[in-house]
């Protein structure tokens, strides 16, 4: 059974940083992308970070120059390092990974449960 985990989230005052991480395990034949969303109180889940098996990391405009995604293939786990937060930076941030079960499998969108992440003002 593959599961995604994050840790890493809590309450920071803005100005303050924090470091998310996501591992997947279970039985797992190949890993692709692997992805930082976040969802806010009233909001749409948004993508935040992405990273390649090869990897190439990118970070999307409201959080370039402050937050930095990493990823280590042998430990199957990407890294958030979140540096001069803001109160809108609140949200759940969850981990997406496409990977495949078997080399026959087709591949799978597979989630964490998310990880609270509070800055306040």
């Known amino acids: 059974q593959v599961r995604l985990v994050e840790s890493g989230g809590g309450l920071v005052q803005a100005g303050g940083s924090l470091r998310l991480s996501c591992a997947a395990s279970g039985n797992i034949f190949s890993i692709g992308e692997m992805d930082w969303y976040r969802q806010a109180p009233g909001k749409q889940r948004e993508l935040v970070a992405r990273?390649?098996?090869?990897?190439?990391?990118n970070t999307v405009d409201s959080v370039k120059g402050r937050f930095t995604a990493s990823r280590d293939n042998a430990k199957k786990s990407i890294f958030l390092q979140m540096n001069s937060l803001k109160p809108e930076d609140t949200a759940v941030y969850y981990c997406?990974?496409?990977?495949?079960?078997?080399?026959?499998?087709?591949?799978?969108?597979?989630w964490g449960q998310g990880t609270q992440v509070t800055v306040s003002s």
């Open positions: 997406k990974a496409r990977l495949r079960v078997t080399g026959w499998d087709a591949v799978e969108e597979y």
């Open positions: 990273t390649t098996s090869s990897g190439s990391t």
